[in-house]
T-cell receptor
Framework: GAVVSQHPSRVICKSGTSVKIECRSL??????MFWYRQFPKKSLMLMAT?????????EQGVEKDKFLINHASLTLSTLTVTSAHPEDSSFYIC??????????????FGPGTRLTVL | GNSVTQMEGPVTLSEEAFLTINCTYT??????LFWYVQYPGEGLQLLLK?????DKGSNKGFEATYRKETTSFHLEKGSVQVSDSAVYFC?????????FGTGTSLTVIP
């Protein structure tokens, strides 16, 4: 099956620093990847959609200068939280769409990254 | 607009009890419907899905039927196990866009 990995799984950083989270499709090429944020006891909120080789499309209310997304290759998308603050602490989950697979509209989710900003 | 409403938890059941988690949706067009499960500290895993009306998705003893007339996709399992303890998310997809419910936490006690 299609596998999506995220790295790191957990990260703790100081306020004001930047943190990069990687999302990789391990056994397929993903032209489109999605970044979600999950708040405690809340649903997933779509932050942005990234397409390989082009700028990400951000959802309303998501600061694109704070959450930098780069989809440099067909197997890697990165989310950089710049100048992180405690309110950015959350669980970040990526997903990838695999147009080459039979279920081309299916999204496969990564295991998530727990970010804690002190 | 598109949205998903699922029953609030937490739900606590004894092992071998019957489980129902209600989910209703509002959507334009013809969405696909999903149930995802999230175990503690992990990401989402697809549990089952249905892509058109009257389809039944099933996996690991869980079932859900796409009911267009009631705009529902309730999750059921006849006999839950301790290992089923997790958070369950109902979701719909139109095009590339997913819409998730707020999740229902299930705890199964021995």
């Amino acid at each position: 099956g299609a596998v999506v990995s995220q790295h790191p799984s957990r990260v703790i950083c100081k306020s004001g620093t930047s943190v990069k989270i990687e999302c990789r499709s391990l056994d397929f090429q993903a032209t489109t990847m999605f970044w979600y944020r999950q708040f405690p006891k809340k649903s997933l909120m779509l932050m942005a959609t990234s397409n390989e080789g082009s700028k990400a499309t951000y959802e309303q209310g998501v600061e694109k200068d704070k959450f930098l997304i780069n989809h440099a290759s067909l197997t890697l998308s990165t989310l950089t939280v710049t100048s992180a603050h405690p309110e950015d602490s959350s669980f970040y989950i990526c997903s990838a769409r695999a147009p080459g697979l039979a279920e081309s509209n299916e999204q496969f989710f990564g295991p998530g990254t727990r970010l804690t900003v002190l | 607009g598109n949205s998903v409403t699922q029953m609030e938890g937490p739900v606590t059941l004894s092992e071998e009890a019957f489980l129902t988690i209600n989910c209703t949706y509002t959507a334009t067009g013809y969405p696909s419907l999903f149930w995802y499960v999230q175990y503690p500290g992990e990401g989402l895993q697809l549990l089952l899905k249905a892509t058109k009306a009257d389809d039944k998705g099933s996996n690991k003893g869980f079932e859900a039927t796409y009911r267009k007339e009631t705009t529902s996709f309730h999750l059921e399992k006849g006999s839950v196990q301790v290992s089923d303890s997790a958070v369950y998310f109902c979701a719909l997809r139109t095009g590339n866009q997913f819409y998730f419910g707020t999740g229902t936490s299930l705890t199964v006690i021995p």
